[in-house]
């Protein structure tokens, strides 16, 4: 019974381990490849006519 317990208690920190395991590599793959790309993926901000100055209200 109390071996029970004891694998039960341990059971959402295996769940924790198992995403980390899973969705890490290629979070860090991702973060590398934007880091190391010449064109980043987020538009730029600021610029004439950009979208941010309407989202942020800049000039007005």
Do not use: N
């Not at 208690?9 to 890490?24: G, V, Y």
């Not at 793959?29 to 064109?39: E, F, I, N, P, R």
């Not at 950009?50 to 800049?58: C, E, G, N, T, Y």
């Amino acid at each position: 019974m109390e071996r029970t317990i004891v694998v039960a208690r341990s059971q959402p920190i295996r769940a924790l381990a198992c995403f980390l395991w899973a969705w890490l590599p290629p979070l860090l793959l991702m973060g590398v490849l934007y880091a190391l790309s010449a064109q980043p993926v987020l538009p730029e901000v600021g610029g004439e006519g950009s979208p941010w100055d309407a989202l942020f209200h800049k000039g007005a």
